[in-house]
């Protein structure tokens, strides 16, 4: 596993998604992308990699209403994976399965694919880059995108063919649309404890426990002041987001209620700035 994904670290561990048809999502989400069922009801359905540990739990609500745009909530949520050879053979099967990606990128920290469910949330594929080469400047990394070099990742694959994703896979980051930044920051950075890694001005704030480049990010992109999406409506239910042990939650909790959030110290559960759900777990 990941060492930035496990004890003393703080990271995003599981994200609960809203769907239009649970059984379409279903069929993406493990035909496409390789997760397997962990646990299955009528209206949820919870998905792993390891046969263990809840990745993804996708949730059909009573009229639910489909996805609604230039709204706060999900921008992307972030698979990891434990190598470039896996990210290349995962890469090679959406081309054997001619199934449309929004983009690849090379983050230097960081080579990346996009793509999106049936119903429009956002996902992202990666794997990191030797932490050897990350580009620290000051503690900060610097914003790159250049272009993934495809060829040279397939190329990793070898004759390896696509079944599932490894059970190394864990949930890298999720990256989130807000309202603003200035409270944002305010939240995550003196509510929960995390560091700015990567400030772009006036667009996004990345940040991270132990010297990753980024559990959570969240982007402005959408416009400043946008509304909360419908409670019903496809996107984000909420993530899982895991301290060490009980005192650095409870820490955390004393924080934010000193800062004017309401924790629901029974469910563990908070909501940022922008209305984007936290269950704060250990």
Known sequence: MSIFHQYPNVYVRHVLLKVMDLQRSLQFYQK??????????PQEVTLTANGETPLLTLIQPENVLPKQRRT??????????????????????????????????DH?????????????????????????????????????????????????AGDATFEYLPAKTVMGHIHLHGAELTKIREFYVSGLGLDVITDIPGQALFLASGQ??????VNVWNGVGVPEPAAHSVGLQSYE??????????????????????????????????????????
């Open 108 to 156: 230097a920290f960081s080579e990346a694919v996009y793509l999106a469910d049936p119903d429009g949330n956002g996902i992202e594929v990666y794997a990191d880059t030797p932490t050897a080469t990350w580009q620290w400047q000051q503690g900060h990394l610097p914003a790159i995108t250049r272009p993934m070099d495809a060829d040279g990742v397939i190329a990793e």
């Open 32 to 41: 496409v992308l390789g997760l397997r069922i962990l646990q299955q009801g």
């Open 241 to 282: 987001l895991v301290f060490p042990n009980a005192e650095k939650r409870q820490a955390a909790v004393d924080n934010l209620q000193q800062l004017g959030y309401l924790v629901d110290q029974e469910a563990h559960t908070v909501k940022d700035p922008s209305g984007n759900q936290l269950i704060l777990s250990i």
């Open 212 to 217: 990753y480049h980024h559990h959570i990010a």
């Open 72 to 105: 706060t909530g999900l921008y992307h949520f972030a698979l990891l994976l434990p190598s470039r050879k896996d990210l290349g053979i995962l890469l090679k099967h959406f081309g054997d399965l001619r199934y449309p990606l929004q983009g690849a990128a």
